[in-house]
């Protein structure tokens, strides 16, 4: 991998201040100097252990993961492996039960749910498997959704989403909603989405799970356009195929980190 | 800024489902309308049996003779012939008194050309028309002078005119009272009363001719007496009390006579609808709590239903209180629109009710006032409980809902 600031800004992209979108006068959650020469992932000792009554079923145990700004990490593992409790930790939407975890330098453990969610909105951008789009709510509006989170005015919020739509191709889609796009057209909306607040990771679970081929390769190549250009990737998958595109691969088995090396 | 845009997203949400969001709001528009039509139903009701009263007099006091003794029999109340000329007369120079009327009455056939009734014949005096809040439609009125010269001369009620089949040319016309002939000087206003007291069939004549013709001697059945301003009625009561005391001799432990206080019968009359009028409203409410569980209903569906919605909104940043407003805002537009509505029907059907039942249009802004904040509350209350099971759900759990 490049440098250690190459997530702050693009390095060798072929759309320079592309996704440097986020507006004068609003710091992004990341951007502090505490960060420059850290991590944007670091899990230290993580497990999560789920309590059923009296039965503790482990899902995930003891895992050292870091992230550096910049990468395009797979985490693959089948189903069952703990590669979603794994994703969930990560997209804080859930909290270890032990170890520690910084995300963008922020400590989670410590923090509350509402503080969980700020950190979500401005942190981490979601791609899920099943696009998770909002229904009856154009394309244009589902964009901007995060933003309203963040307080942006409309104006302003639906400017960055029509932006961001743009430059993923679906500059004619702004007013379609969900059930009138297709499945590569949607999931390109949810990356639309989760990079319009310019999050410092983007999290992507399975997302050429739900697609045809055609449409999964063509969401694959949007992957490493956006890691070209210096984005922080972590992909969730089974398959090792669609694994293989990252420049770096760990492998979840029965909860346990198996291969957490850092690619040649 | 932000609660605008809840508020924003609130109303497109229900603008998505119109069918849904109008049913639900029928209950609270039902519930509302029915609080504000039947409160105004209930004060039109007040003001109706309020206005009858005031027609029988204002201020208007009566003294009615006590019970009659026959041995250590008591008779009914106001059978002694206690009370005379001389009573009313004397009454009248008490301070504070607009006007006496000392009042005889009987019944007698009275007779118009073929046509014929057996009514009350009052025997009175010209400060009758005052006391009793009488007016004249055609003709004039008995004068002192009909009452010095025992003249006999009638003024009917409207009542009785008609079924005599007397109109405007009955002036000057004879007809015949108990056998004696008498002249049509004037016919009263229709006061609109009705039962066995009906002010509009009586014939009028001068007391001192009803006296000499019907009843003899100068004893008289009762004494209206009207009072300067309502706030003297008490001190004129107590003033009539204390003179006729003193000229029947009487203590308080035998008195012959009583005093009846219109204002009294008024306080009653009032009570009584005022307390129709909280059994109406509380009858209402009760809609009015049945559309609230309604929206509570539907929201619980709404949560339910959108799920993964409010997974994907909290996966993107949605703080619990921001999807806890989302779901009440929803909840209160649900409330306050279809209190709102309610606001407005139940005005319709309250000035449609007024004008069949002759009251008017009652408006009063303090129900509308109390109803819309009533709908608010209903809103909160039973919008914070769907709303916080949204707000508290597992943003896991919620994407995985199917």
Known sequence: ?264 | MKTFELIRLALSRLGSARLRAGLTMLGIIIGVASVVALVAVGQGATRGITSRLEALGTNLLTVNPGASFSGFTRGAAGSAASLTVEDATAIGTIGGIAGVAPELSTQALVVAGSKNTTTTIVGTTASYAAVRNQTIWVGSFLTDASNAGALRVAVLGSTTADTLGLGQSALGQTIHIGGLPFTVIGILQAKGSTGPSNQDDQVLVPLTTARHSFVGGDRVRSIGVSVATAAGITDAKDAITALLRQRHGTNGTNDDFSIQDQAQLLGTAESVSTLLSILLAGIASISLLVGGIGIMNIMLVSVRERTREIGIRKAIGARGSDILAQFLIEALTLSLLGGLIGIVVGVGISALIGEIAGWGFVFSPVTVIVAAVFSLIVGVVFGVWPARQAAQLDPIAALRFE
């Open chain 1, 1 to 264: 991998m490049s440098g250690s600031d190459a997530w702050s800004r693009p390095v060798p992209s072929r759309e320079p201040a592309a996704w440097g979108g986020a507006p004068a006068g609003e710091p992004a959650a990341w951007g502090g100097p505490a960060l420059a020469s850290d991590s944007v992932i670091s899990l230290r000792g993580v497990s999560r252990i789920y309590s059923t009554g009296r039965l503790q079923v482990p899902a995930l145990l003891d895992v050292d993961l870091d992230v550096a700004p910049g990468e395009f990490l797979a985490v693959v593992g089948p189903s069952g492996s703990g590669k979603s409790t794994l994703m969930h930790i990560l997209g804080c939407l859930d909290r270890p039960t032990a170890g520690s975890y910084r995300l963008a330098g922020t400590s989670v453990a410590e923090l509350a749910d509402d503080d969980l969610a700020r950190l979500r909105s401005r942190t981490i951008g979601f791609v899920f498997q099943s696009y998770n789009l909002l229904p009856r709510t154009t394309a244009l509006e589902n964009v901007a959704a995060p933003l309203l989170y963040q307080g942006v005015d409309r104006k302003t919020r639906l400017a960055r989403a029509a932006a961001s739509l743009e430059r993923l191709g679906l500059g004619d889609r702004l007013a379609h909603e969900p059930n009138e796009l297709s499945g590569g057209e949607q999931q390109r909306v949810a990356v639309a989405r989760a990079l319009v607040t310019d999050p410092a990771l983007l999290l992507a679970d399975e997302p050429t799970g739900n697609l045809d081929s055609a449409s999964g390769a063509e969401v694959m190549r949007l992957f490493d356009e956006l890691h070209e250009q210096g984005r922080t990737l972590v992909l969730i998958t089974h398959d090792h195929e669609v694994a293989a595109r990252a420049r770096r691969q760990v492998h979840v088995r029965d909860g346990r980190l198996v291969d957490g090396r850092p690619a040649a």
